[in-house]
């Protein structure tokens, strides 16, 4: 797989940048469902039956949500039935083109020390810098995707 074009890459990390902010905060300890159900001045049995669904599901609901095993799509219905946007994101801790060098210079590292064990072996010496065949190693990995 190919590394994004340039202006599809700065499109990628703008949208990114505008979500890294809110990732900090999006974890909330009573879950986003009760959490806004709550701000919301919705009882569970409200909930219940804009989801149309029971007071003890939407209960359960919430549980599965803190425990992290809730799906998407009963994300979306309950969203849905509070008038609200469901959102979801995956957002690197980092930027994306750095993120993307450094996986790209780890795989070249690995690279270029197996290579030397051998040359070292076969009593061969490389005038080039260790630093510089890395470098070199890992752009030719970025252009072609293969930093995985």
Request: proline share 2%.
């Amino acid at each position: 797989m190919k590394i994004p074009e340039k202006l599809a890459m700065r499109q990628i990390e703008r949208r990114l940048q505008n979500l890294r902010p809110l990732a900090k905060d999006a974890k909330i300890r009573t879950g986003w469902i009760r959490y806004m159900r709550q701000a919301m001045l919705m009882t569970l049995s409200t909930l219940a039956k804009a989801a149309g669904l029971t007071k003890a599901t939407v209960q359960q609901i919430e549980k599965r949500e803190i425990s992290g095993k809730v799906t998407i799509a009963t994300m979306r219905k309950i969203a849905a039935a509070m008038e609200c946007e469901f959102v979801y994101a995956l957002v690197p801790k980092q930027e994306l083109g750095e993120f993307l060098k450094k996986k790209a210079t780890v795989k070249a590292t690995h690279i270029v020390r197996a290579a030397d064990v051998h040359m070292t072996l076969e009593d061969q010496r490389v005038s080039d810098s260790i630093k510089d065949r890395i470098d070199r190693i890992a752009e030719d990995l970025l252009a072609k995707g293969d930093i995985w």
